[in-house]
């Protein structure tokens, strides 16, 4: 059981690991398909800005992988037969719950609410990653491309 336990746990931390990629929502990051199309560019004026909280949502990654490595820890570690068969459900249980909370805050990232009176005299609120800093009173440029804005200086 014990030589089964390393491989088991590195299969499942590279699982881990592999669900930790999360789609930008950058102003200066395009996909690929994104490129080589036309935007909609309209200029405006920032009336407000807010720091606020990407949730980029769980894949059961962390759960599971917990789960996986609670279970395994606990029943080959604590007793035999039975005990250890207790243990590892247990063991299981509080992974599995420990796994969702650190997926879950590792998929909170940092962003910005920018509210921005366009030419003309329509309001607009764009929330994007904070990787660019708006201040009230700044010229912005909204960029559209299908159901995508981004503002950009």
Known sequence: MKKLL???AVAVAITAMSGCAGTPNS???YNAGQTQNEQTV?????EAVREVSINQGTTGVGTLAGAS???IAAGSNIGDGRGALAAGI???VVGGLL???LEQHQGMKKGVEITVK???GEVRAITQDADEVFRVGD???LLKAGSTTRVTH
């Not at 309209?42 to 920032?46: A, D, E, I, Y």
């Open 6 to 8: 390393l491989p088991v």
């Open 90 to 92: 247990a063991g299981a």
């Open 69 to 71: 490595l609670g279970g």
């Open 99 to 101: 796994g969702q909370k």
């Open 42 to 46: 309209r200029m405006g004026t920032v």
């Open 27 to 29: 102003s200066s990051v």
């Open 118 to 120: 366009i030419d003309g």
């Open 139 to 141: 010229r912005v440029r």
